[in-house]
């Protein structure tokens, strides 16, 4: 079998199967993910799709897939694929669909689902070792209807239900721990910005079996509250900064598959927030050192902790 | 009943033009309703806002079809019939554009029976589109028209962007009494009331269709390419072929995924469907590529 390997930008596929004339907003760092998962595992697959923003990519009688794509309430994303990966098998079994028109089945849910209401139905798929991908585009918060702090906001952003100076209260809920506790086949974060570490991953996953888990930063301009075109900029600060790690598990073990400089070196997580309106009340009016230094000190943290 | 409408883009500021302008009919002493209406598109697809204001309660609801006043943001929706600006306007209702035409032509060209005035873009405003401030002008183009007073106009812009900072709401206030100053006042008429009381709605029966008939089954796939998702763009990224050093990142990086690259490396963009994100321009090393505001481009009109 030829192996297919990312080793610079021009080896990444010059065709894309995703389909331009969305309604997604302009400068959606979830449409830069989607478009390269599409890019990577081809046309023979079948999105299941909890509400969310994405959830709007496909209005009838438009779509940019050239597979297929199903709706799913938000909870229900991966009992969703569980029902079309039986209905394939079973086609397969009677003969009425060649093995090699089989469709890969992915689950695509925002971070209100993944990380909340959804958990729940995703952590009984890994229990049964559902053969699906899941997709989970991070843009941390509720997107769709206006941004409300989800379980994967970050503390101290501001949010529709968290507007007042200090931001959520909360802290960003660790479902890649929560997930890789499950023992699935696969788990791995991915931010848009690093699409060679991402397009790795994902042909990783598409090479295995059973449930393959991938979260993916989606800088959204819309909830954060910067302009589009600092899209990829954001997400290559987010890791260059340590506040988005790009990890993988497998086989029982995480690698981190990007380190940022040391802590005297890297950029400090100030360089990240400042460019983002939903962190503006970190330096005006007058710069809150303490919530900053918290902010870094986790960071730092991570990292201390990370061999 | 004062009743308005506010058309713009997603992310252009028109909801809160509206709401500035119902806090500022409500800070005088009116009843208000004010209303942001989205299609499933987000950002940067055409959306509009109603205002209605009235001595009395009001009893109607729903997008406003009878404009006393039509405020639009960006004058690129005039030409999209999906955009609906134009519906309702009669020989009564003012029309406001935010452009750079003159009134004469835009009258001439869309046959537009009522006054027509324009809203010069603000100078130092022409690269961004014209938009940073756009909340505030509009807001403010809406209070003055209507006859109401600056300092109450003041007072709503405070209270509607109170979370920016100072710096910003200086800055929108300044903008606020610059439109103040340039358009004339009061000329806006109150429309009449339609609805006395409850009226019998006109039901219209609407025969069963079979389902293969109203609701064909799609089989072909990125259907999506039908619609030109270009036309949101403010402004208009353009590469100079001469600077490109091909390195292909613009291709890699564009969510819409509407650069391609030919035989040879160099990048193309599908401006049918390109929504001006310019994501391209800011990730693009060799720093070749422009933004044009899609204004300056000729032709839209
Ligand atoms: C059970 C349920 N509660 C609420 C909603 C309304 N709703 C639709 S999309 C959405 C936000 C989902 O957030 P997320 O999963 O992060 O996706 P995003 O919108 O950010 O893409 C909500 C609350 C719903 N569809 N179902
Ligand atoms: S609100 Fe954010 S995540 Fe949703 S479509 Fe817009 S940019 Fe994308
Ligand atoms: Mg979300």
């Not at chain 1, 760092?29 to 478009?35: F, R």
């Not at chain 2, 910003?168 to 009449?192: C, H, T």
């Not at chain 2, 402004?235 to 650069?259: K, M, N, Q, S």
Request: proline share 6%.
């Amino acid at each position: 079998m030829k192996k297919t390997i990312f080793k610079t930008i021009k080896d990444l596929p010059r065709h894309h199967p995703l389909g331009a004339g969305t309604p997604a907003c302009g400068g959606c760092g979830a449409l830069e993910d989607i478009k390269l998962f599409c890019d990577i595992l081809g046309e023979k697959t079948i999105f299941v799709n909890a509400a969310g923003c994405m959830t709007l990519l496909s209005v009838y009688p438009f779509t940019p897939f050239r597979g297929s794509w199903i709706y799913t309430a938000m909870a229900s994303a991966p009992a969703g694929a569980q029902g079309v990966r039986d209905a394939l098998d079973v086609l397969i079994q009677k003969k009425r669909l060649r093995p090699e028109d089989d469709l890969q089945v992915v689950v695509l849910t925002g971070d209100g689902s993944a990380y909340g209401m959804g958990l729940s139905a995703t952590s009984g798929a890994m229990d049964r070792n559902l053969d699906f991908i899941y997709l989970c585009y991070d843009n941390e918060g509720y997107g769709n209807t206006g941004h409300q702090y989800s379980a994967a906001t970050p503390h101290g952003a501001q949010t529709a239900t968290s507007p007042e100076a200090g931001g959520y209260w909360g802290y960003k809920k660790d479902l890649f721990s929560i997930w890789a506790a499950h023992r699935p086949s696969y788990v791995a974060t991915v931010s848009g910005s690093d699409p060679l570490d991402m397009a790795r991953k994902i042909k990783k996953a598409k090479d295995l079996k059973g449930p393959r888990m991938f979260i993916a930063l989606a800088p959204c301009p819309t909830g954060w509250h910067y302009d589009p075109k600092e899209t990829v900029a954001i997400g290559k600060l987010a890791v260059k900064t340590g506040i988005w790690p790009l990890k993988e598990y497998i086989d029982g073990k995480v690698t981190h598959s990007k380190k940022p400089l040391s802590k005297e070196k890297r950029p400090g997580v100030e360089e990240y927030l400042e460019k983002q309106g939903r962190f503006a009340h970190l330096f005006k009016p007058r710069r809150n050192d303490e919530l900053l230094a918290e902010i870094q000190a986790r960071v730092d943290d991570y990292w201390d902790n990370i061999p | 009943m004062y009743r308005i409408r506010f058309h713009g883009r997603g992310g252009q500021g028109m909801k809160t033009a509206g709401r500035i302008l119902g806090t500022a009919f409500f800070l005088a002493g009116y009843e208000v309703q004010d209303a942001p209406l989205y299609g499933a598109e987000r950002r940067g697809a055409p959306m509009l806002s109603s205002v209605r204001a009235n001595g009395k309660p009001i009893n109607e609801r729903g997008i406003i079809n009878n404009p006393d006043l039509v405020i639009i943001a960006d004058e690129s929706l005039l030409t999209l019939p999906a955009a609906g600006v134009l519906p309702g306007l009669t020989s009564h209702s003012v029309l406001l554009i935010q452009t750079d035409q003159s009134a004469g032509t835009i009258k001439n060209h869309l046959h537009i029976k009522g006054e027509v005035l324009i809203l010069p873009l603000p100078p130092d405003e022409k690269t961004t589109g014209g938009m940073a401030l756009a909340s505030a002008s509009c807001g403010a183009a809406g209070a003055r028209l209507c006859g109401l007073a600056l300092d109450i106009l003041e007072q709503a812009v405070r209270l509607e962007l109170k979370t920016l900072s100072p710096n910003i709401i200086e800055k929108n206030l300044a903008r606020s009494r610059q439109v103040f100053a340039l358009l004339p006042a009061g000329i806006v008429r109150e429309g009449k009331e339609i609805m006395a009381g409850w009226q019998r709605p006109h039901w219209i029966d609407l025969p069963m269709e079979e389902a293969s008939i109203s609701a064909p089954a799609i089989h072909g796939g990125a259907t999506s390419l039908n619609m030109e998702t270009g036309d949101w763009r403010i402004l208009r990224p353009v590469i100079r072929t001469d600077d490109c050093v091909r390195c292909g990142l613009c291709h890699v990086f564009c969510p819409e995924g509407v650069i391609s690259l030919t035989d040879d490396g160099l990048p193309e963009i599908d401006y049918h469907h390109c929504k001006g994100c310019l994501i391209c321009l800011a990730q693009c090393p060799a720093h070749a590529i422009d933004a044009v505001p899609e204004h300056d481009k000729g032709g839209k009109l």
